[in-house]
């Protein structure tokens, strides 16, 4: 039978387990697979596994609470053993490996943050700070201008947005990065202008979280800043 | 400017058993992309993983591109011109600036709930096929929406008006 691996811990942790469950409806109970000084949490995977929010949220929650206890290494969403015996082979096969980033993530959370800039307020920024861009699109306006004009408006707007994107990326960055240990960022997408995952020292939790706060106050309206955390440390497993 | 803190600070994760979807949407990637990967087990098939990952592409240098900002550009001239009515302006300002939270939200969610349906409804039907088909715009899976994002936009935000 199957089971579904969450995470690696050492045996030293409490391993608390009550009020949490498993993936799979029902859900799946919570048990612990132990080899050496190493514990896995699993559960019996079920048939209908899948990227459903059910499953995707009892995945986050096990890691949740196993990382509030004390250091676990979160495993990616998904992974499946065989049985408890194939799942103690690579506790002692990788014991080493396991038990040294264990120690490493000791005491630290991972803090995620995203960017959102609403695409409104920043072409109406540049619009109102641009004076090309403004007669641009005075003679553009209401299917007025040439192709070529329509063109160049478009053009001049998303570069100005762009530079706008990325020096504010740049300035979010730079502003939380001298908090963390580690940080792991995200290639730029259209979704967001900035995503980063960083690694923070308990001690230096609450100064983060401030931190990112005094941030995100420091721009007006039109820019999101989403700072969830402390999180297990998925980015840096 | 909005914030969304999470948990208190205080170096304690958020309340155990408080992850309700809102705050999944923001972990989602971290959970499917990162995270520990081991060789040895068997990842199980994450059908529709790309409808959830993030949206990688960077603002391409490209004519759609510059004409789909063209077209902003100009229907913003248009919202907030003088030819509106003072009240009128203020409440258009008004629901694009409140929308901030809602609009960027609304991709994920999305993905999630059509996965979700997709897996629910227990449907192996082709999706692809499914896409174009189906006309009810919620429904669809982000990557189409976005993909759409240049010339739905107005109607999407209409839309968004009349659920706020």
């Known amino acids: ?237 | 400017m909005t914030v969304v803190p999470q948990g208190n600070g205080g170096g304690v994760p958020a309340a155990a058993g408080g992850g309700g979807s809102g705050n999944l949407y923001d972990v989602l990637e971290l959970v499917l992309d990162r995270g520990l990967v081991i060789d040895a087990f068997v990842r199980v098939s994450l059908v529709g993983i790309e409808l959830v990952k993030i949206d990688a592409r960077v603002v391409v240098a490209s004519v759609d591109t510059y004409l789909r900002f063209a077209e902003a550009a100009n229907r913003l001239d248009l919202e907030s011109g003088k030819k509106a009515p003072a009240q009128l302006t203020d409440i258009v300002e008004g629901s694009v600036e409140s929308g901030a939270h809602g609009k960027s939200k609304g991709a994920l969610s999305g993905a999630v709930e059509a996965i979700t349906d997709s897996f629910k409804g227990g449907g192996d039907e082709d999706k692809e096929e499914d896409e174009d088909k189906d006309e009810d715009a919620e429904r669809r899976p982000a990557r189409e929406k976005r993909r759409e994002r240049g010339e739905r936009r107005s109607e999407r935000r209409s839309t968004r008006d009349r659920e706020e």
Not at chain 1, 101 to 123: H, I, M, Q, S, Y
Request: charge should be negative; aromatic fraction near 6%.
């Open chain 1, 1 to 237: 039978m199957s089971v579904y691996v969450y995470a690696i811990t050492k045996d030293a942790h409490p391993l608390d387990l009550s009020d949490t469950e498993g993936v799979g409806d029902p859900p799946g109970e919570l048990r612990v697979v132990r080899a050496g000084s190493l514990c896995a949490v699993v559960s019996e995977c079920p048939d209908d596994l899948s990227m459903a929010r059910r499953d995707l949220e009892a995945h986050h929650q096990v890691q949740e609470r196993l990382w509030t206890e004390g250091p676990a290494l979160p495993l990616s969403f998904g992974f499946v053993a065989a049985d408890d015996d194939a799942v103690r082979g690579v506790l002692e096969e990788r014991a080493q490996l396991f038990g040294q980033r264990l120690d490493e993530l000791a005491g630290r959370a991972e803090f995620n943050v995203k960017g959102v800039l609403d695409e409104d307020t920043v072409v109406r920024a540049v619009l109102e700070e641009n004076a090309q861009a403004r007669e641009l699109n005075r003679r553009t306006l209401e299917g007025g201008g040439a192709y070529d004009e329509r063109l160049a408006l478009g053009q001049l707007v998303a570069q100005e947005v762009q530079g706008r994107q990325d020096a504010l990326a740049e300035e979010v960055l730079a502003g939380l990065r001298p908090l963390a240990q580690a940080e792991k960022v995200a290639p730029p997408s259209q979704q967001y202008f900035v995503s980063a995952s960083f690694l923070v020292t308990d001690d230096r939790s609450e100064e983060f979280g401030r931190a990112g706060q005094e941030l995100a106050e420091r721009y007006g309206e039109g820019v999101e800043l989403r700072i969830r955390g402390p999180l297990p440390p998925y980015s840096f497993v």
